[in-house]
């Protein structure tokens, strides 16, 4: 049974610093890794998927990386803002499920 | 707007109560999802349907009963539910095929409070 946590719980952070998110999972056997933001009482949004063939993706500040093997991905969020404040949520999906973390909760304060 | 459309968005129900969730999306995806998230808990996936067909059931209680009728549209209806029922129920889409799936859409939620 896939298992992921998400580390920290919640981090509260200056507006401009970088700041790394981090996941876990224990069964390697993944298709691909995909990182969604939520903000409070609504839906999520996806903001990068890596496949399991790559290592790393990027979209504008954000850049997620992914270490199969070890069961491991970091989202890197660069010169952070405070709209960036959200929940970030890892989801490796395995056949046909998707497990998600708990989350990190993330404040960037203005 | 992430293409996948859930309705109503807040729903207040009595345990004896029937009623239903909507999900719909138009964005050629074969899979669709239902979720639940309840405070401080990861995301629990609940139902899985593919090509129309359910293929996952997470020991979910028969008094949530999923209905896929299209690609486009998914169900969950809701019977004599309780308290511990309430809870954010999320809807998402993806395309399926080869063992593995592209990027997920979700819905914005629907908001369950069971009285």
């Known amino acids: 049974k896939q298992e992921v946590t998400q580390i920290p719980a919640a981090l509260s952070v200056p507006e401009g610093e970088n700041l790394v998110l981090n996941c876990s999972f224990t069964?390697?056997?993944?298709?691909?890794l995909q990182w969604f933001r939520q903000d409070p009482g609504k839906g999520l949004t996806s903001l990068l998927l890596?496949?399991?063939?790559?290592r790393e993706q990027t979209s504008g500040r954000l850049n997620a990386s992914l270490d199969k093997s070890s069961g491991r991905s970091t989202l890197y969020i660069a010169a952070s803002q405070p709209g960036d404040s959200a929940t970030y949520l890892c989801?490796?999906?395995?056949?046909?499920?998707?497990?998600f973390g708990i989350g990190t909760k993330l404040q960037v304060i203005p | 707007e992430t293409g996948v459309t859930q309705t109503p968005r807040h729903l207040v129900m009595g345990m004896t109560n029937k009623k239903s969730l909507k999900c719909e999306q138009h964005?050629?995806?074969?899979?669709m999802y239902w979720y639940k998230q309840s405070a401080k808990k990861p995301l629990e996936l609940m139902f899985v349907?593919?090509?129309?067909?359910?293929?996952e059931n997470n020991s979910v209680p028969s008094r949530f009963s999923p209905e896929c009728p299209n690609s486009s549209h998914l169900f969950l209806h809701l019977h004599t539910l309780q308290p511990e029922d309430s809870a954010l129920y999320l809807c998402?889409?993806?395309?399926f095929g080869q063992g593995a799936s592209t990027e997920a859409f979700f819905g914005q939620g629907t908001r369950l409070t069971v009285v």
């Open positions: 998402a889409s993806s395309r």
């Open positions: 069964d390697s056997a993944i298709y691909n």
């Open positions: 890596i496949q399991s063939s790559q």
């Open positions: 989801a490796p999906e395995g056949y046909q499920k998707v497990t």
């Open positions: 964005l050629g995806h074969n899979a």
């Open positions: 349907y593919s090509l129309e067909e359910r293929v």
